[in-house]
Nanobody, 125 residues
Framework: VQLQASGGGLVQGGGSLRLSCVAS????????LGWFRQAPGKEREFVVA????????RHADFARGRFTISRDRAKNTVYLQMNSLKPDDTAVYYC???????????????????WGQGTLVTVSS
């Protein structure tokens, strides 16, 4: 599986962006698609993840209520809609996929087998 993330850019605080991640191959129903981010000088952190079949979704606390994950199965694409962006949301955002995650592990990057190249989101104050 190859993942291609896009949609990053510069946005003013309070604005919105939608990131996209296209999977090159068929994604299995029990697979998990997730978004992580890494700010300069910080460790990679979990944002949100969902099962490809939509059965389970997990959000980081900071993402709940502002960030929404969705998927288009026909296009093999997962989206991250980000609203009410803050300067602290500035980071490189990565999409990731894994086939052997239990729900309690969806926030752990070590369980994801495939990673996209990342897309930079910069939020100005």
């Amino acid at each position: 599986v190859q993942l291609q993330a896009s949609g990053g850019g510069l946005v003013q605080g309070g604005g919105s962006l939608r990131l996209s991640c296209v999977a090159s191959l068929r994604t299995f129903d029990d697979a998990v698609l997730g978004w992580f981010r890494q700010a300069p000088g910080k460790e990679r952190e979990f944002v949100v993840a969902t099962r490809w079949n939509g059965a389970t979704t997990r959000h980081a606390d900071f993402a709940r209520g502002r960030f929404t994950i969705s998927r288009d199965r026909a296009k093999n694409t997962v989206y991250l809609q980000m609203n009410s962006l803050k300067p602290d949301d500035t980071a490189v955002y990565y999409c990731a996929a894994g086939r052997r995650l239990i729900s309690s592990s969806m926030s752990n990057p070590t369980f994801y087998e495939y990673w996209g190249q990342g897309t930079l989101v910069t939020v100005s104050s």
